[in-house]
């Protein structure tokens, strides 16, 4: 059953590698900027995908599942501590991602704005096109 | 008998064979409108697996900004881009007093039973009994973040009103525009 959880484990992360490279060759090799955008999108999601999968907390034996990094309890006693420190996933990398995404969306409206000014001047989006336009 | 964990584990994989796929189809898309669809898909299978990699509040944000305000974007960008002019009916809204009435009510509360309240947690306090619960029956909302997420979201919409109203001007006003200050 462990060899099973591992593999499963391992298909999520070949995953989001995957993801990683396919958004690179879009953002490099696509030529219309809005499909760049697209793809530069689809990138920084990823790269917060594996922070948080970094945060991530899969050593705990079998009857111990994972938790969130919240303690609910009002009065926690020093066993609801313990239990909560061997227990709780890190939360350093999801404050670090909810911040890389608010910055992520600004990103992308300036991105959007920059296309949009582009397309003003130039009357196309294809960076090809853009490319041989002169003055 | 399959365990509890192989369960999770198994949703992550699924959940990221779909987001892969989804991401192949949006880099090959040719029609930008159906991309920015198969990119929608795969940021909600990346709230699937921020929900199963034990970060729900992340969750909480990751919706309303990337499965609805970053399509929005990117679509209102593909109408101007090709020329075809919409309709937009903008609503401005006061949505940060929705920030303020979160922020102030377990302060309130706290002033008029003289009680230690907190704000800003989205865990209970040793010292304080006053405060937006963080659990209702078990299902983690997080205390004030909820409500700020809700709040923020809002406001946050009802300023990229305003972007989609200057999105929303005519091509052919702007370029007069830009022209005519290029010949001054």
């Known amino acids: 059953m462990n060899e099973l959880n591992v593999f499963l484990f391992n298909t999520l992360l070949f995953s989001l590698f995957f ?56 009065n926690p006693t020093t066993e609801d501590i313990a239990r909560f420190a061997s227990q709780a996933v890190d939360p350093l990398p999801q404050a670090l991602v909810l911040t890389a995404i608010v910055i992520g ?28 336009l002169r003055g | 008998m399959i365990e509890l964990n192989t369960l ?7 959940a990221g064979v779909v987001s892969l796929i989804a991401t192949y189809l949006t880099i090959v898309e040719n029609d930008l409108v159906k991309a920015v669809i198969f990119s929608a898909l795969q940021s909600t299978v990346y709230t699937i697996i921020y ?3 034990m970060a729900p509040d992340i969750a909480l944000v990751y919706i309303p900004v990337s499965v609805g305000l970053y399509p929005a974007v990117i679509l209102f960008l ?24 979160t922020a102030l009510a377990a302060v309130l509360i706290g002033l008029i039973t003289g009680l230690n309240a907190y704000v800003f947690q989205n865990q209970p306090k040793l010292d304080a009994p006053v405060g937006i619960p963080a659990q209702v029956s078990n299902a983690l909302i997080s205390g004030t973040l909820f409500f700020f997420n809700l709040s923020e979201y809002l ?19 702007v370029r007069s525009f830009i022209s005519g200050e290029a010949h001054e």
């Open chain 1, 19 to 74: 993801n990683a490279g396919i958004s690179l060759y879009g953002i490099f090799a696509r030529p219309s900027l809005i499909k760049k955008i697209i793809a530069l999108t689809i990138f920084s999601d990823t790269a917060n995908v594996l922070a948080i999968v970094v945060g991530y907390r899969t050593w705990p034996s079998p009857e111990q599942s994972p938790i969130p990094p919240v303690i609910t309890t009002t």
């Open chain 1, 105 to 132: 969306l600004a990103v992308t409206l300036f991105l959007v704005f920059l296309t949009l000014q582009v397309y003003r001047l130039y009357g196309t989006t294809d960076v090809r096109r853009v490319a041989k």
């Open chain 2, 8 to 14: 999770t584990y198994l949703f992550m994989a699924v």
């Open chain 2, 51 to 53: 929900y199963l990699l």
């Open chain 2, 78 to 101: 593909i109408k101007k881009t090709e020329r075809t002019e919409g309709d937009l009916e903008g609503s401005g809204g006061d949505s940060l007093i929705g920030i303020y009435l």
């Open chain 2, 155 to 173: 406001a946050v919409a009802s300023g990229f009103t305003l972007v989609f109203m200057l999105l929303s001007i005519p091509e052919e006003i």
